[in-house]
């Protein structure tokens, strides 16, 4: 079982900068791929951004350029540095996590745990 608590959303203006951080439990995170999901009201939740157990990383066309996916296994975190925000980047922030080689990170169904979320709001 893995616990994951998301922290680091807040209020910023647009063009401005926030840090995401997941903290998981667990003595196994560094064989887990992690994965950043997004939310805005009425909409599906959409990737954003994905790290797995070897580094590699993926990320939506929508952030590309923008937002930075990294892993500290030491502290059991992962990061999502997001700069140059705009206002369409509004919505709750999920972090996942995955222990399925090969699955394609850009889904929700290749994920085993979800943290509760936290909010991001990109004023215009």
């Known amino acids: 079982q893995v616990q994951l608590v998301e922290s680091g959303g807040g209020l910023v203006r647009a063009g401005g900068s926030l840090r995401l951080s997941c903290a998981a439990s667990g003595r196994t995170f560094s064989r887990y791929a992690m994965g950043w999901f997004r939310q805005a009201p009425g909409k599906e939740r959409e990737f954003v951004a994905a790290i797995s157990w070897s580094g590699s990383t993926y990320y939506a066309d929508s952030v590309k350029g923008r937002f930075t996916v990294s892993r500290d296994n030491a502290k059991n975190t992962v990061y999502l540095q997001m700069n140059s925000l705009k206002p369409e980047d509004t919505a709750v922030y999920y972090c996942?996590?995955?222990?399925?080689?090969?699955?394609?990170?850009?889904?929700?169904?290749?994920?085993?745990?979800w943290g509760q979320g936290t909010q991001v709001t990109v004023s215009s």
């Open positions: 996942a996590a995955s222990n399925r080689r090969g699955s394609s990170y850009y889904y929700t169904p290749a994920y085993d745990y």
